[in-house]
């Protein structure tokens, strides 16, 4: 599993629009592209899908952007980065598209499937408001 650009940057948005928030006011996403040294192409990428899936709202005009529709704490890094990888399982066979003929017989499922079943625990119980206040713990296994 690889976390690419498009799942890093979608977490920094968040962590971003999280940091500023202010009751009532839009962040524009030139504040966060310069702030984020991210494109402004790309931050539209990315916002369009939070804004789709319901976990920011927008408003167009001169004082417009983008807000978060709940609290910080209420958003987990699993929940972002799933929406914007589609899926963060270790390995193919896991990630619900392809099926594998060998999966009856292989005996590295069950290794691959509790792997699986810790990084999403993991990053389930772990939030924006998490990150912002330094609250990650090392993970003991």
């Known amino acids: 599993m690889k976390i690419s ?9 968040m962590l971003d629009l999280a940091q500023h928030k202010k009751e009532g006011d839009y962040i524009s996403l030139k504040d966060i592209s310069v702030r984020q ?3 402004m192409k790309y931050l539209e990428m990315i916002m369009a899908i939070m804004n789709r899936a319901g976990l920011v ?3 167009r005009g001169k004082f417009g952007g ?3 529709i709940k609290e910080p704490e209420e958003y ?7 929406l914007t990888e589609g ?3 270790p390995v ?3 990630d619900g598209k392809k099926n594998c003929s060998r999966a009856q017989d292989c005996i590295t499922l069950p290794m ?3 792997l699986d079943q810790i990084i999403d625990e993991y990053l389930e119980s772990v939030t924006l408001a998490d990150l912002i206040d330094n609250k990650i713990d090392s993970y003991q296994i």
Do not use: F, M, N
């Open 5 to 13: 650009t498009k799942g890093r940057y979608a977490l920094r948005v």
């Open 37 to 39: 040294e991210l494109s």
């Open 57 to 59: 709202k927008s408003s």
């Open 66 to 68: 983008y807000q978060l």
């Open 76 to 82: 987990t890094v699993g929940s972002i980065l799933k």
């Open 87 to 89: 899926s963060i399982s």
């Open 92 to 94: 193919v066979c896991l």
């Open 112 to 114: 691959w499937k509790k």
